[in-house]
């Protein structure tokens, strides 16, 4: 299995910012992408933003421009850094990490989640 250790969570100011980490670890056969997910009190989890092992990259709308994700290919480590936060940024913030090959199919791995909370 694969395990997903996250970090860089906590309280900040309205406009502060903040850098998650996630990194992977266990049996990684071939990582296709990494992201990140967040979900606030009573709503549904929403994609924050996914990265492919290529570089390639997308965005929730109401983040692009503050946010930026990398993938450090080596480490097997995704960051999410966090620039202009807002309080509508407030949720816990879940790591995912995508596996597999065509042949065998694709798999996906959650971590537990990391809170991030913005104060106005």
Do not use: H
């Amino acid at each position: 299995q694969v395990q997903l250790m996250e970090s860089g969570g906590g309280l900040v100011q309205a406009g502060g910012s903040l850098r998650l980490s996630c990194a992977a670890s266990g049996r990684i056969f071939s990582l296709n992408a990494m992201g990140w997910y967040r979900q606030a009190p009573g709503k549904q989890r929403e994609l924050v933003a996914t990265i492919t092992r290529g570089g390639r990259t997308n965005y929730q709308d109401s983040v692009k421009g503050r946010f930026t994700i990398s993938i450090d290919n080596s480490k097997n480590t995704v960051y999410l850094q966090m620039n202009s936060l807002k309080p509508e940024d407030t949720a816990r913030y879940y790591c995912n990490c995508n596996v597999g090959v065509r042949a065998l199919g694709f798999d996906d791995y959650w971590g537990q989640g990391i809170q991030v909370t913005v104060s106005s």
